[in-house]
């Protein structure tokens, strides 16, 4: 069975700075592209960023543009996402989830098909 | 960004009861849509994929359809462990959008 498990997450001033982890098992990680997508207290989801297997190709949220990156090490099998001039509303629960496909009548369904549990991240002063 | 509606916010039903929720894009995105389940305190999980594919392992109750703009989730005979918060979710765009939420309780 698939296994993410996120950590890294705390409490860290505004403007200041967090890193957070996703060690992943269970399956050939090089072979998928991850996201990171993030739950506010009580609110709904909110897809973070992407990243292609090999780690060559990311996308990002608006909200986030220019100030996290996400990245990847593919020889231990973990997902990293910096996270810099944090915010109060960057405040959230952040899951991993796995980023499978399927080709249907010539065209590429992406989906998530695994997450983990999350790690929280509270950004106050 | 591609903007996804979902009704109705909150549901009640009881146990046995046919459940439809519905999700609706800002602009045409095929078949484009994915749905998920959270419980609290839990990651979500996977029900249908591509409108409506099957997630392996998900009971067939759920099913899925809709192309275009207009899509929807039907459970067709709800069961006590199917009380949770429902979410679609566009994969048209790389920038990925989830519908608010459904929040299914029990009546």
């Known amino acids: 069975e698939v296994q993410l498990l996120e950590s890294g997450g705390g409490l860290v001033q505004p403007g200041g700075s967090l890193s957070l982890s996703c060690a992943a098992s269970e399956f050939i990680f090089s072979d998928y592209g991850m996201n990171w997508v993030r739950q506010a207290p009580g609110k709904g989801l909110e897809w973070v960023s992407t990243i292609s297997g090999s780690g060559g190709t990311t996308y990002y949220a608006d909200s986030v543009k220019g100030r996290f990156t996400i990245s990847r090490d593919n020889s231990k099998s973990t997902l990293f996402l910096q996270m810099n001039s944090l915010r109060a509303e960057d405040t959230a629960v952040y899951y991993c989830?796995?980023?499978?496909?399927?080709?249907?009548?010539?065209?590429?369904?992406?989906?998530?098909?695994?997450w983990g549990k999350g790690t929280t991240v509270t950004v106050s002063s | 960004d591609i903007q996804m509606t979902q009704s109705p916010s909150s549901l009640s039903a009881s146990v046995g009861d046919r459940v439809t929720i519905t999700c609706r894009a800002s602009q045409s995105i095929n078949s484009y849509v994915n749905w998920y389940q959270q419980k609290p305190g839990k990651g979500p999980k996977l029900l249908i994929y591509a409108a409506s594919s099957l997630q392996s392992g998900v009971p067939s109750r759920f099913s899925g359809s809709g192309s275009g703009t207009d899509f929807t989730l039907t459970i067709s005979s709800l069961q006590p462990e199917d009380f949770a918060t429902y979410y679609c979710?566009?994969?048209?765009?790389?920038?990925?959008?989830f519908g608010q939420g459904t929040n299914l309780a029990i009546k």
């Open positions: 989830a796995k980023r499978n496909y399927q080709l249907l009548s010539g065209y590429y369904y992406y989906y998530m098909d695994a």
């Open positions: 979710q566009q994969s048209y765009s790389t920038s990925y959008t």
